[in-house]
């Protein structure tokens, strides 16, 4: 692991992708492999060159990169991790109760508690994460392979915006050049809608919209709901 030049969130999120956690009696691990495993042969340079969004054309799916979206959202908070983490120490119980437990010891309120694998998320890892009313997160990563087990220790960050984890960003480029010469046309996302790079919003921007239209059309492409050029495969810059 390069760490010269890594800022300490990038190399606690690191270590959080790649902890080893363990076997879950319900993984089919053995077959498609556990998070951790794949992650294990990764450096943290790999992580930081990989792009931030990937798009599969054939399926539609679009996959954001776990590692950018939480260095981007998190700081990690050294000192109460510590903290949390003696508290925690000779406590019996799991950790997203302990996590529930730690905010009244506090006395902070839990703002929410949230698993992305409950919701539309388009993230490449599933997290699971508590977020306080003092700005602080208590994040976990799913490292395994079945989603009921297989989760980090928590760590402590804080973050900017009660919602940052919620919004996923991602961006999708069509291989063709527009007409103004400004270059690929780009349709963005907060996880929640597609918007187009004047600013532009509209269903017909959506993935999903995308591959309607391809279907209707009988195409053996994705088309580009701005200039019907393909959209790009795979990464993304």
């Not at 495993?37 to 054939?58: C, P, Q, V």
């Not at 780009?186 to 790079?197: K, L, T």
Request: charged share 25%; glycine share 8%.
């Amino acid at each position: 692991m390069d760490t010269m030049n890594a800022t300490r969130t990038e190399s606690v999120i690191f270590e959080m992708l790649t902890e080893n956690t363990g076997a879950h009696l319900l993984d089919s691990g053995g077959a498609y492999g556990r998070n951790h495993e794949r992650n294990s042969i990764k450096s943290l340079d790999d992580f930081r060159n990989e792009a931030r969004t990937t798009f599969d054309i054939k399926w539609g799916d679009v996959s954001v990169s776990i590692f950018h979206h939480l260095v981007d959202a998190l700081h990690y908070e050294s000192e109460e991790d510590s903290y949390f983490h003696a508290w925690a120490k000779d406590k019996d119980d799991y950790w997203l109760q302990l996590v529930e437990d730690y905010a009244e010891f506090r006395g902070w309120t839990v703002a929410f508690s949230e698993n992305s694998y409950n919701r539309d998320s388009n993230l490449s890892q599933v997290i699971q994460y508590t977020v306080y009313s003092s700005g602080l997160v208590a994040l976990q990563v799913h490292g395994g392979c079945d989603v009921r087990g297989g989760y980090t220790a928590p760590r402590i960050f804080s973050i900017d915006d009660t919602y940052d984890l919620l919004m996923e960003n991602a961006t999708i480029y069509c291989t063709g050049d527009a007409v103004d010469s400004t270059g690929p046309h780009a349709f963005s996302s907060d996880g929640s809608e597609w918007i187009a790079e004047d600013g532009g919003y509209s269903r017909e921007y959506s993935p999903y919209a995308m591959s309607q239209r391809r279907d209707l059309l009988k195409l053996d492409y994705l088309p580009c709901p701005i200039c019907g050029a393909p959209m790009k495969d795979g990464a993304q810059v």
